[in-house]
């Protein structure tokens, strides 16, 4: 019996779900829920998401590696020790490489891409659902990304974005940041629109600077380095 096509299945569906579970508790993490030196309750956490624990355990691997997770021996997992500066230099390693895909997409010229990433500005201004701006966010930087990085930089944008809150409007809800958002996306657009690759680059890296600077100011407002 031919059992390829079973295991390969098991393992794909295996993956997700352990890419919903790190997925789950990085947003647990930014959003200021689970605090450093917390102690992750994988019972708990299986019950929420909705899985075994083997994902649990494979998720928790796997943010170990991105820094965000300890799992100690005979102890459990904990939150890691995180400082503002890891928080802050994320955001800004993936907006200098994202600038660098932005720079690209600009010198190609594309109306397509310019029509699509200014469709979606409007969009984003004009909805007031926090899902809606998380979503069409996700879509902006995703269209410049691929436009305009190369195989390579895109499997490196993923690695550093899979480490970021998918939520992050969700989470914050402060208008004054919403607006600022709304005017470095239109300064994004302009230069690409321009074929100003310097000045894309450089308008992407700034709004990243800023988001991790609001991830930093919103997770210090939710107590997360109190202890």
């Known amino acids: 019996m031919d059992t390829t096509t079973t295991d390969d299945s098991t393992r794909f569906r295996r993956q997700n779900l352990k890419q919903d579970v790190a997925r789950y508790l990085r947003d647990q993490i930014f959003s200021g829920v689970l605090k450093p030196g917390e102690r992750i309750d994988q019972d708990g956490l299986a019950e929420a998401v909705g899985v075994s624990r083997l994902p649990v355990r494979e998720a928790l691997i796997k943010l170990e590696a991105e820094g965000m997770v300890v799992n100690l021996p005979r102890r459990g997992a904990f939150v890691a020790q995180l400082a503002p500066e890891d928080i802050t230099d994320h955001f800004e390693m993936y907006g200098v490489l994202s600038g660098v895909a932005a720079a690209r997409a600009a010198s190609l010229g594309s109306t397509q891409l310019v029509d699509d990433i200014t469709e979606i500005s409007s969009r984003m201004r004009n909805a007031t ?38 939520h992050f409007f969700t989470s914050n809800n402060e208008w004054a940041f919403r607006e600022r958002a709304f005017a470095e996306h239109d300064q994004i657009v302009a230069a690409i629109r321009a074929g100003d690759s310097a000045g894309a680059a450089s308008a992407v890296a700034n709004h990243f600077r800023h988001v991790g600077e609001q991830a930093e100011h919103s997770l210090r407002a939710a107590g997360f380095w109190d202890n």
């Open 129 to 166: 659902d926090p899902d809606a701006h998380d979503q069409l966010n996700f879509r902006f930087h995703q269209l410049i990304n691929k436009a305009g990085a190369s195989g390579r930089l895109v499997s490196v944008l993923r690695i550093l974005s899979d480490n970021m809150p998918s």
